[in-house]
């Protein structure tokens, strides 16, 4: 995927994050008809939205940074050649 659509969905990932934490801790599950259900549910959205911002936040941050340590070997490794 492009850098520029990762960031969105970086970005409604939070947004979705954001509204489940706040449904659970400030809002309460215990004022809902169904607890057990809601906080189910609110679960069942949280966990993997978390997993995916880490894992956007890899490929944007660090995955960047690996392909610039190779591209500076490969680059040393050019000269070395040369000389």
């Not at 509204?19 to 659970?24: A, E, S, T």
């Not at 978390?50 to 490794?77: H, M, P, S, Y």
Request: one cysteine or more; glycine letters at 2%; proline letters at 2%.
């Amino acid at each position: 995927m492009k850098a520029q659509i990762e960031k969105w969905i970086l970005l409604v990932l939070i947004v979705v994050i954001s509204v489940c934490l706040l449904l659970q801790h400030v809002v309460g599950v215990e004022n809902f008809s169904d607890p057990v259900m809601t906080k189910y549910w609110i679960e069942l959205v949280l966990y993997p939205s978390c997993l995916a911002v880490l894992i956007l936040i890899w490929r944007l941050t660090l995955d960047k940074k690996i392909d610039g340590k190779q591209q500076r070997e490969e680059k040393q490794n050019d000269l070395h050649r040369e000389d």
